[in-house]
C-alpha cells in the first residue's frame, strides 16, 4: 500500500517537474529577447524577475491541479491548461509596443519592468488557478 503511494507520488512529481522543464523551454521561445543569456552572461536583473514571475506564475496553478486533480489524466490536462495560459499571457505581454514596450524594458534592465511582469505572470497564475473550478 505504501509504495503505491509513493510511487503515485513519483509520477505525479515527475511530471510537474517535466512540465516546469517544458515551461522554461517554451517560455524563452515565446519571448522576444533571450532571457537566458540576459540572466546568466548579462546580469539583467529586469530578465530574472520577469522569468522567476512567469515560474511562479505557473506553479500557482499547477499547484491547484496537483491538490484537485481526481485523477493523474485529470492532471495532465490541467496543467496543459496551465502552461498554455502563463505562455500566452507572456507572449501578448511581450509583445507591447512604444512606450509599454516590455522587450525594449527588459533589455535596457528596466527592474521596474520586470518587478511588474513578474506580479502580472503571478496575477494571471492565481487567476489561472482560482479558475480550475472542478
Known sequence: MFLEYFLSFG????????????????????????????????????????LGGAVLGLCIPLYSALVHSVSYVDFVMWAGVAISIQLI??????????KYSVEKHINNGDISVGVLMAFMSISIGLINAGSMSY
Open 89 to 98: 499571457f507572456a507572449f501578448f505581454l511581450t509583445r507591447l509596443s512604444g
Open 11 to 50: 509520477l505525479f512529481f515527475l511530471t510537474a517537474l517535466a512540465i516546469f522543464g517544458i515551461f522554461l523551454f517554451m517560455y524563452a521561445k515565446v519571448t522576444p529577447y533571450d532571457d537566458y543569456k540576459m540572466i546568466f552572461s548579462d546580469n539583467n536583473t529586469a530578465a530574472s524577475l520577469g
